[in-house]
T-cell receptor
Framework: DTGVSQDPRHKITKRGQNVTFRCDPI?????LYWYRQTLGQGPEFLTY????????KSRLLSDRFSAERPKGSFSTLEIQRTEQGDSAMYLC??????????????FGSGTQLSVL | AQSVTQPDIHITVSEGASLELRCNYS??????LFWYVQSPGQGLQLLLK??????LVQGIKGFEAEFKRSQSSFNLRKPSVHWSDAAEYFC???????????FGQGTELSVKP
């Protein structure tokens, strides 16, 4: 497999701007996850998809955050009206999600967001 | 709600010494438990997992972990640490309906020569 790829690797934006990140999962994986990680913390769950269906979204997630996976392949995460507190590493992961592969997430290298 | 606690933020061990990283979980039913490693500049990688059965599970890179229901623990061990093991280690839990993983805050491992 070619791995999970995320674009861009780094994003610097000004407070109040909108940003969009893209994730391309491993092609045969039907599950796709978004996590957020800040320095010294573990990954914090944001949302996940089974194919094109968004199955769960964190209750902690502001309405400014939205994610899509329109054809069950790549996914986008959009943050509207960014705030300085949104500065973090945004991680995407994919998995087969069943059987022996359950819980075996393949992570991308992440998109580092800095909000000035 | 499920949660994971890793009591040690940072641990330093000498190369060749044994290692144990602690993980405590909170979950009502039988948990699905995982250890992931994050090396500098690299994505998280699965080390090992526990679903059921034998409570001692083997993983990659010589790591093992033991599930102890009575202590709600899933500690990670390695008999002899190598310098390349320096990384951040995360314990995670998933409910048995499937879905998201909940990660602990991580333990940073430093290895001294």
């Amino acid at each position: 497999d070619t791995g999970v790829s995320q674009d861009p690797r780094h994003k610097i934006t000004k407070r109040g701007q909108n940003v969009t990140f893209r994730c391309d999962p491993i092609s045969e994986h039907n599950r796709l996850y978004w996590y957020r990680q800040t320095l010294g913390q573990g990954p914090e769950f944001l949302t996940y998809f089974q194919n094109e269906a968004q199955l769960e979204k964190s209750r902690l997630l502001s309405d400014r955050f939205s994610a899509e996976r329109p054809k069950g392949s790549f996914s986008t995460l959009e943050i509207q009206r960014t705030e300085q507190g949104d500065s973090a590493m945004y991680l995407c992961a994919s998995s087969l999600g069943q059987g022996a592969s359950r819980g075996k997430l393949f992570f991308g290298s992440g998109t580092q967001l800095s909000v000035l | 709600a499920q949660s994971v606690t890793q009591p040690d933020i940072h641990i330093t061990v000498s190369e060749g010494a044994s290692l144990e990283l602690r993980c405590n979980y909170s979950y009502g039913a039988t948990p699905y438990l995982f250890w992931y490693v994050q090396s500098p500049g690299q994505g998280l990688q699965l080390l090992l997992k526990y679903f059921s059965g034998d409570t001692l599970v083997q993983g990659i890179k010589g790591f093992e972990a033991e599930f102890k229901r009575s202590q709600s623990s899933f500690n990670l061990r390695k008999p002899s640490v190598h310098w390349s093991d320096a990384a951040e280690y995360f314990c995670a839990v998933e409910n048995n309906q499937g879905g998201k993983l909940i990660f602990g805050q991580g333990t940073e491992l430093s290895v001294k020569p």
